[in-house]
């Protein structure tokens, strides 16, 4: 933008450590076959997040972690800040971290983007809660009931509506049997979300406790 006499300079609603995390952002990109692993969000509400980690196995310390993320300069910013602060550090220091640590930690954030922020943070904890599942490490065993799946549902956006799939009512039926998850969204199967929409089922419950399958079929 070319300023001209008389004009008053752009000013940003973002400190300069926001401004500089979010034009040059630490830890973006993807692990391949990442340890854990969360995305949360949606395009269609306006921001997006997706956390990737690689764990040591014996000493339970983040070795390397990344995210890729679809926002406004405050999601972009929180997620670097918060894989800095993540990368070495134990799975349990982590689970500590919150929104709060990461805005101190970029000199403070404005009060309409906290929102905005939570995500990479939420972003981080369901990756570390999604290493834990996949390795046995969950203390409190509980056995997945219809219940508990659909709470895990939540996680998972209706694309078209930016709503969890629960809330936009586009899963129609949930059953929980012999290991198996069970679940009808109502979408033609050739949609073209369909795919995505599945996967993302899949990622968010088949790390269930006890679950050894989860069955996704569509119905229009």
Not at 48 to 73: H, N, P, R, T, W
Not at 92 to 100: C, F, G, H, S, Y
Request: glycine letters at 8%; aromatic letters at 4%; hydrophobic letters at 40%.
């Amino acid at each position: 933008m070319v300023k001209r006499e008389g004009e008053s300079k752009m000013k940003f609603p973002y400190g300069d450590k926001v401004l500089e995390h979010f034009r040059n952002p630490h830890n973006v990109g993807k692990i391949e076959n990442p340890d854990g692993k969360a995305t949360v969000g949606s395009p269609a509400c306006g921001d997006m997040v997706a956390v990737y980690l690689k764990v040591d196995a014996d000493k339970k310390i983040i070795e390397d972690i990344k995210f890729e993320s679809y926002g406004c300069a405050s999601n972009i910013a929180t997620g670097s800040i918060i894989t800095d602060l993540a990368k070495g550090k134990t799975l349990e220091e982590a689970k500590k971290l919150q929104w709060k640590d990461a805005a101190d930690a970029l000199g403070g954030l404005p009060n309409l983007k906290v929102h905005c922020s939570v995500l990479a943070i939420n972003g981080l904890h369901m990756a570390i809660q999604n290493y834990e599942e996949r390795n046995g490490l969950i203390k409190d065993k509980v056995p997945t009931t219809r219940e508990i799946v659909m709470k895990r549902l939540n996680w998972v956006m209706d694309p078209t509506t930016g709503m969890p799939v629960v809330r936009s009512e586009l899963v129609k039926d949930v059953e929980v049997e012999d290991g198996v998850i069970k679940i009808v969204v109502e979408l033609p199967e050739d949609h073209p979300l369909s795919n995505a929409i599945k996967e993302d089922i899949i990622e968010k419950t088949e790390t269930l406790w006890g679950i050894k399958e989860v069955v996704v079929s569509f119905a229009e």
